[in-house]
């Protein structure tokens, strides 16, 4: 099967490998963007008459946009597709529309789980400019609540598990076998009461904590989130992390949520690039990406 026109409507990440493999399905050829389009109309026009389209998280494809584009056929998304409230495309709207719509998992996590053990033990060590506790602590012991324990929620518990650190989590569902393993399972009111540390690890636009969350967490405690966006009350955690004994952890994709007064806090810290990014994870997403395309030519 060959299309007239396969579009990439914005970075999307994948290597040369792969959009020369998406090639040989295409007519036309493929534009791989380098930035994304600020504009409704600048995206209409990159898709323009294409049957096939590619999309980074960073893209919203909407359904105003699917309508104006009769061609479609199918939309690859290279990012995560949880459901259709966290995603960026309308997915549902799509499919009703006879658009098959896909997504990827399980290819930035090892990344983001490098990134909090890095961060996490230079900030309790002192090891750059800030330090947690006048006396610098270890990961042995430290009270460390995990919050999603999805794919990157378990990788990051079975880093920290070698170094004894006392673990506890909660989950949309109980993880038994990594109860096994010594994690315990609380209570998101009674997690927030026991640990020193929080990594929350959840799908885009999720909004877990609230006020009343902040608040059962208390002061001279850590906040780690590298999950896409802000899963939690925006004014609760400014109020939070006017406590300077209280210290912050955010992914480097987070720099465009985090407003620019809580950026510039002594206490918080926003990492230069993003966490989940490496050679290894373009590599499984454009994998995975080519992978999906080929199934669904497959099925049709």
């Known amino acids: 099967m060959k299309f007239n026109k396969i579009a990439c409507v914005d970075y999307t990440k994948m290597n040369d490998e792969a959009i020369a493999q998406l090639q040989e399905y295409s007519e036309e050829k493929i534009i791989h963007p380098d930035d994304f389009p600020e504009t409704k109309e600048e995206i209409l026009n990159r898709i323009g008459d294409a049957e096939v389209i590619f999309v980074s998280w960073k893209t919203q494809i909407t359904e105003e946009i699917i309508q104006e584009c009769p061609n479609l056929k199918y939309i690859g998304m290279c990012c995560s597709l949880f459901d259709d409230a966290s995603a960026n495309v309308a997915v549902n709207y799509a499919r009703e529309k006879g658009i098959t719509v896909t997504g990827i998992f399980d290819y930035g996590d090892p990344g983001v789980a490098e990134f909090v053990i890095s961060e996490l033990i230079m900030l309790i060590h002192g090891y750059a400019e800030k330090q947690w506790k006048e006396i610098p602590h270890e990961l042995t012991d430290l009270k460390i609540g995990i919050i999603g324990l999805g794919v990157t929620g378990q990788l990051l518990a079975d880093c920290l598990l070698p170094f004894g650190a006392d673990l506890y989590y909660f989950s949309r569902s109980r993880k038994l076998q990594y109860e096994q393993k010594g994690l315990d ?10 640990v020193d540390v929080i990594s929350i690890h959840l799908p885009k636009n999720l909004e877990i904590l609230q006020p009343e969350h902040f608040e059962k967490f208390g002061n001279g405690k850590i906040f780690i989130n590298t999950s896409l966006g802000m899963p939690f009350d925006l004014k609760a955690f400014r109020n939070w992390i006017k406590s300077t004994s209280n210290f912050a952890i955010f992914d480097g994709d987070a720099k465009k949520d985090v407003p620019q007064d809580i950026h510039e806090r002594k206490n918080v810290v926003i990492g230069k690039k993003s966490a989940g990014w490496t050679l290894k994870t373009q590599e499984r997403l ?4 080519v992978k999906n395309f080929k199934e669904y030519l497959q099925e049709n």
């Open 185 to 194: 399972y609380l209570e998101l009111d009674e997690l927030l009461e026991t």
């Open 286 to 289: 454009s994998e995975k990406v």
